[in-house]
């Protein structure tokens, strides 16, 4: 198993820039992909970015060319760095991290963008 933790978000300007993290522990980081997800209010959850175990990356066309997902596999630590941020980016974002069929879900960073 592997518990996660996301910290990073808050309010912003819209244009402004946030860096998500997502820390993991518990297991082997670097076996798992992992992924960001967002949920706004009354909206289902949805992809963000994810990047696999061996580092390949894909992006919602809602954020691509904005926002760019990173793992740092000596520190256990997904990043999601947002720029040009819009309020329809405003949104609960969760990690996920994946292995084997299991998914495990982090508690979910509020980021809020609006001025």
């Known amino acids: 198993q592997v518990q996660l933790v996301e910290s990073g978000g808050g309010l912003v300007q819209p244009g402004g820039s946030l860096r998500l993290s997502c820390a993991a522990s518990?297991?082997?980081?670097?076996?798992?992909?992992m992924a960001w997800y967002r949920q706004a209010p009354g909206k289902q959850r949805e992809l963000v970015a994810v990047?696999?175990?061996?580092?390949?990356?894909n992006y919602a066309d809602s954020v691509k060319g904005r926002c760019t997902i990173s793992r740092d596999n000596a520190k256990n630590t997904v990043y999601l760095q947002m720029n040009s941020l819009k309020p329809e980016d405003t949104a609960v974002y969760y990690c996920?991290?994946?292995?084997?069929?299991?998914?495990?879900w982090g508690q979910g960073t509020k980021v809020t963008v609006s001025s």
């Open positions: 996920k991290a994946r292995r084997g069929g299991e998914d495990y």
């Open positions: 990047i696999s175990s061996g580092g390949s990356t």
């Open positions: 518990g297991s082997i980081f670097s076996r798992y992909h």
